[in-house]
């Protein structure tokens, strides 16, 4: 069994060949980066999707002739919430709204009547991260373009339609519009009607794990590929980040610490008076949800200190700030990281970066453990939420950029208060969206044999939390919570 994974996220788009026992065969990476363009608007130009697609299936192609063998399965994997105008055959209208883009904060205040009807849905109250505000700035701002597009399409919607044909989109990216409802997992006609959405130009939804379809003759032939590959949607990438750490049973909590911060806990259903203080989200297990929070600067945040104060490193050297923040241990500065705004609990767009308790004698080794601490403390906060409706933490698994600082790991046990683990293969989208194609292609019975197989090699470091440092940690805790509320009441 051969399955092509391919991945596409904010900064790049990759393609993983894995073999029946979850081993790497092949693997490519392209970089891309959206483009800023000040007054909070992020956009991207569609064509580096469809290129990268292009040339991440060429390099599949060339292997797969060179080897002797045959893909049994593309699985795709994506970022959940840019919008892209599609015309009928499928061409950009626009460039993409992309998920970080700030014109349509102005819904947040708009539509705030409609909160708790929108919660009570869709999963979370509304919020310029999710994708049917930007497309009510579309139809309100472009209605020409909006006439003009066939689907408003997130970025695996436009590459599902470029392999298959077919205008599909699976619930784990409806879950991210707050125009599904995620009880019975179609678009929801008064949330349609809520942001002026007409559903005809919303893509049809299926489960997470479903066949889209097959690799068109054309496309197929382009590159060198026989035609009617399956083409697999695994789900979003936050979930498949969550299957690819084993999080299938409630309490089970994983977090991943990349561009931004994200915690997902597993639930077998969606709680009984849950508040919007949380998003909850469709698995990408099919008929299971997830409770999750974000933190929407983490390692952006960090790479911006190196860039900005530690001029004699280039952005791939981080020895000298990892050493400092390992030496500024105990330090009293208090970091609240709001790069970018707030997001969970209280999805605060005002909300502003800052540092406090800041002496003369500060290094800037302080500053850089104060911004990773800050980081946990507010991973923290959302976990002392998620608890409550889990009715306590079974167990905590962590990946992502950030857990390559010596020092990070053993910060988020200390700070959250629980073991947290850290397996050695760091690749838990990539191999989510393996686990999803393994089932789909029915290799095997069930998500946690599959989970098992995709780990079978692996090993896993376990951070136990220091007692030493745990009522340091406590009080800087409520220290923390208590300068955003006075900042931000």
Not at 113 to 119: A, V
Not at 183 to 190: H, I, K, L, Q, T
Not at 258 to 271: E, K, R, V, Y
């Amino acid at each position: 069994m051969f399955v092509y994974v391919i991945d596409v996220g904010t900064s790049s788009m990759r393609g993983i060949l894995y073999n029946e026992r979850a081993e790497v065969l092949m693997k490519h990476s392209i970089i891309r980066r959206p483009e800023y363009l000040g007054n909070g608007r992020v956009e991207e130009d569609p064509a580096d999707w469809r290129d990268g697609l292009l040339v991440l299936l060429k390099v599949l192609a060339d292997y797969c002739a060179s080897e002797g063998i045959t893909p049994d399965a593309i699985s795709l994997t994506a970022q959940r919430s840019s919008v892209i105008p599609l015309d009928k055959e499928g061409v950009p209208l626009a460039p993409a709204i992309m998920w970080q883009d700030k014109r349509t904060a102005v819904y947040e205040e708009r539509l705030e009547k409609y909160n708790d009807i929108i919660f009570s849905k869709a999963g979370s109250r509304i919020n310029p991260v999710f994708s049917a505000c930007k497309m009510t700035w579309i139809k309100e701002n472009e209605p020409e373009l909006y006439e003009k597009a066939y689907k408003l399409a997130v970025i695996p919607d436009y590459l599902t339609w470029l392999m298959t044909g077919n205008f599909y989109t699976d619930y784990t990216y409806g879950s991210r519009s707050l125009l599904m409802n995620l009880r019975d997992c179609c678009w929801d006609e008064e949330l349609l009607k809520i942001f002026q959405m007409d559903e005809v130009k919303l893509c049809e939804l299926v489960a997470p794990g479903s066949m889209m379809g097959g690799l068109l003759p054309s496309l197929a032939a382009s590159v060198g590929l026989p035609a009617g590959i399956p083409v697999i949607s695994a789900g979003g990438d936050q979930q498949c980040a969550a299957l690819g750490l084993g999080i299938l049973h409630n309490g089970e909590v994983e977090i991943t610490t990349g561009t931004g911060a994200f915690l997902l806990a597993g639930i077998d259903s969606l709680p009984a008076g849950v508040k919007p203080h949380v998003i909850c989200s469709a698995s990408a297990v099919p008929g299971r949800y997830l409770l999750e929070s974000s933190v929407l600067t983490c390692c952006s945040a960090f790479d911006w200190f190196l860039r900005s104060f530690y001029p004699e490193c280039d952005s791939s050297d981080y020895s000298t700030i990892n050493r400092e923040v390992s030496e500024a241990a105990g330090t009293p500065i208090i970091a609240l990281p709001y790069f970018q705004g707030r997001a969970t609990p209280d999805w605060n767009s005002r909300a502003e970066a800052s540092f406090h308790h800041v002496t003369l004698a500060a290094s800037r080794g302080e500053f850089a453990r104060a911004i990773l601490e800050g980081i946990c403390h507010e991973i923290d906060s959302n976990l002392s939420i998620v608890r409550s409706y889990t009715g306590g933490i079974r167990a905590v698994r962590i990946c992502g950029g950030l857990t390559k600082n010596p020092v990070f790991p053993q910060m988020e046990a200390d700070i959250l208060g629980e073991p947290v683990c850290l397996f050695s293969n760091e690749e838990a989208t990539a191999l989510g969206a393996w686990i999803q194609g393994a089932m789909a292609l029915k290799a095997f019975t069930d998500y946690p044999h599959a989970f098992s197989a995709s780990r079978r090699n692996d090993t896993a470091k376990v951070y136990m939390p220091d007692e030493e440092r745990k009522e340091f940690y406590e009080k800087k805790q409520k220290e923390f919570e208590e300068l955003y509320g006075r900042l931000y009441a």
